[in-house]
């Protein structure tokens, strides 16, 4: 069962927080005992989490007892969870920042929010949805609102992602738009944790990774 079937239903119930706890206390015990300490993890924190005092602050506390880890994490949120409060995202991302940690926004695009917040918001990726992405090498009306919105990104210091890259002609035509870099079965399943993979890599914007 992936995360999107079972994650609506626990932010239904009230319990989105809790598995988001438990998943970054998971992840920094792994990352302090594991082996391999050049590898960066990305987690994803839940609507519901952005916004609750509490969590953020256990969560800054946590990161701050971890140094170490907190400079191999990569924090992101969905793009309509942090339009909710942007000052609230703002706050949450200079936080994270100061810890050592890379904020994104998750699911980018799938708003049709103003690009206007981003030049203030300090974040370091946009990961674009991948309604935008599937398919891309077909659909031209995409390709020129994911020029634009690279463009935009780039212009203010933000690297962009594309999520559900699947096939070797999206990743070609992506590599000719100047993405920083893609997610997705292409470039690998997901596996245990164990594994030490990295979910997702920026690269040099010449190219995809």
């Known amino acids: 069962m992936t995360a999107s079937m079972f994650m609506p239903v626990a932010e239904r119930m009230g319990l989105a927080t809790e598995i988001d706890q438990l ?21 994803n924190l839940s609507s519901c989490s952005l916004h609750n005092p509490v969590f953020i602050q256990w969560l800054c506390s946590t990161l701050q ?37 890379q904020c994104g926004l998750d699911h980018f695009g799938r708003s ?23 398919h891309i090498d077909r659909e031209e009306d995409h390709q020129f609102l994911l020029r634009a919105l690279t463009d935009t990104a780039h212009s203010v210091d933000i690297a962009v992602i594309a ?20 997610q997705g079965f ?18 040099p914007r010449s190219g995809c990774g």
């Open 23 to 43: 998943a970054i206390g998971k992840l920094l015990n792994h990352m302090q005992t594991g082996s391999n300490q050049d590898v960066l993890y990305t987690i």
């Open 65 to 101: 007892a971890a140094l170490a880890c907190a400079a191999r994490l990569l924090i992101e949120f969905p793009e309509f969870a942090a339009q909710i409060n942007i000052q609230n995202t703002r706050n949450l991302v200079e936080r994270l920042g100061s810890l050592g940690c």
């Open 112 to 134: 049709f929010y103003s690009f206007g917040y981003l030049r203030n918001m300090k974040l370091h990726y946009l990961k674009i949805d991948s309604s935008y992405i599937r």
């Open 163 to 182: 999520q559900s890259v699947d096939t070797p002609e999206e990743r070609t035509r992506l590599e000719s738009m100047h993405l920083d870099g893609i």
């Open 186 to 203: 292409l470039t690998g399943k997901p596996r245990p944790m164990t594994a030490d993979q990295q979910n997702s890599r920026l690269t």
